[in-house]
């Protein structure tokens, strides 16, 4: 027979390292949260790890409870920290009732992928307003443009991106935002009731070691809408960034980033197992009723559909 003592003994060991192996853990994912708020790489990595660094807290919290319940107040504190870090990308609570005035959609099509085709006409089967494709070659801006024109009159592209509208568009123009190539524009959508500004953005790529001419374009977003005057104004389109990315707190200084209204992250890629939302949207003096995400033709991107008022 086992010595009672010893057993004893083993078991107190054995919740020992427990704790110890909790506290690192928990010391690990506080580090990881913490990077999310420092510009740069490191925060662009952790912005999109975030939302699963929480799934590992909550895994770790569960445990704690079970075998270390002496590690709970070491465990709490990535659990705060984390917290904060993710609500600015936390979805809306509240539904904002009222009359809708513009409905828009945007979707990376994914250059080369011939999907762009069905994307667009699953996007205009979906009753919006105004449809932004961005990751456009020229055979899918073509075929966008044949699938689009009866039902889309209205329409401006410029480099990889496009914008098809029910409606009149006026002051169309290509924007550089600091790059020497042209991957946003803007236009004014004339509906009958309001003229609202619509910026449609294709971010330039992140790659390890490389994601300055994202953070110039993300910056240049931000001045340019800061100076823009209209009264109405949203922004869509492919970010290349995280909800929580540091390099998107100039632009969110100035405009209001959308929250998901259907209770999820809004995660948007990619489309097969969404881990993280770059496909973004923000507004000013509009407000939101509704903003879900949709799946529509081929594409690795998920869309972003969004209901405004005024």
């Known amino acids: 027979m086992t010595d009672p003592a010893l057993r004893t003994t083993a078991v107190r060991r054995s919740r ?17 949260v913490i990077c999310t708020w420092i510009p740069g790489a490191i925060g662009t990595a952790g912005a999109v790890l975030l939302p699963w660094a929480g799934v590992a807290l909550l895994a770790v919290l569960v445990l704690a409870l079970v075998f270390a319940r002496r590690t709970l107040f070491v465990v709490l504190v990535p659990v705060v920290v984390w917290a904060m870090a993710i609500a600015p990308s936390l979805p809306s609570l509240t539904a904002t009732a009222g009359t809708s005035e513009l409905t828009i959609v945007s979707q990376n099509v994914r250059a080369h992928s011939g999907g762009a085709a069905a994307s667009a006409e699953e996007l205009a089967d979906s009753g919006v307003d105004v449809i932004a494709l961005v990751e456009l070659d020229a055979d899918s801006l073509a075929a966008a443009q044949e699938t689009l024109a009866a039902r889309y009159p209205h329409s401006y592209a410029v480099g990889t991106v496009g914008v098809w509208s029910r409606y009149p568009l006026a002051d169309a123009e290509p924007l550089s935002l600091g790059l020497g190539w042209k991957r946003a524009l803007r236009v004014t959508v004339q509906t009958p009731d309001a003229a609202t500004a619509v910026y449609v953005l294709h971010a330039a790529s992140v790659r390890p070691g490389r994601q300055d001419d994202r953070d110039t374009m993300l910056a240049g977003l931000a001045q340019t809408v800061a100076a823009d005057p209209a009264a109405s104004l949203v922004v869509v389109g492919d970010f290349n960034a995280a909800s929580t990315d540091p390099a998107m707190n100039a632009l969110r200084a100035e405009v209001d980033w959308v929250r998901p209204t259907d209770g999820s992250l809004g995660l948007t890629w990619p489309a097969a197992f969404p881990v993280t939302r770059i496909d973004q949207v923000f507004t000013r003096g509009m407000t939101v009723e509704s903003s879900t995400t949709m799946r529509a033709g081929n594409s690795d991107h998920l869309a972003t559909r969004t209901v405004l008022g005024g």
Not at 20 to 32: C, F, M, N, P, Q
């Open 16 to 32: 020992r390292r427990a704790a110890r192996g909790l506290a690192g853990t928990s010391l690990v994912l506080l580090l990881a």
